[in-house]
Nanobody
């Protein structure tokens, strides 16, 4: 059974940084394509960053240059380092994984974590 467990969310001031972690269990992380999504109240779940391998990463334009996705296959963990945070980054952040070809759409991912709240007050 595949499980994803996120941690690291919280309250941070404008311009601050936060690091999220997602531990993936059930299969070796190297077999997964992984991503981070976020969902603000009343809005759709949006793609944030994706990692198909430690060196193959891609980002939403809104976070490019501020967020960094990384993965440690030995620890079965995916990370999202978030810098220069703004109130527009406030959302529940979800980790997602897939063993099939996947990209920027939530429907392309098979496994999801429970989400972790990130709040950046204005």
């Amino acid at each position: 059974q595949v499980q994803l467990v996120e941690s690291g969310g919280g309250l941070v001031e404008v311009g601050g940084s936060l690091s999220l972690s997602c531990v993936v269990s059930g299969r070796t992380l190297s077999t997964y394509r992984t991503a981070w999504f976020r969902q603000a109240p009343g809005k759709e779940r949006d793609f944030v960053a994706g990692s198909w391998s430690p060196i193959d990463t891609f980002y939403a334009d809104s976070v490019k240059g501020r967020f960094t996705i990384s993965r440690d296959n030995a620890k079965n963990t995916v990370y999202l380092q978030m810098n220069s945070l703004t109130p527009e980054d406030t959302a529940v952040y979800y980790c997602a994984a897939s063993v099939r070809r996947s990209g920027r759409k939530p429907s392309e991912y098979d496994y999801w974590g429970q989400g972790t709240q990130v709040t950046v007050p204005s």
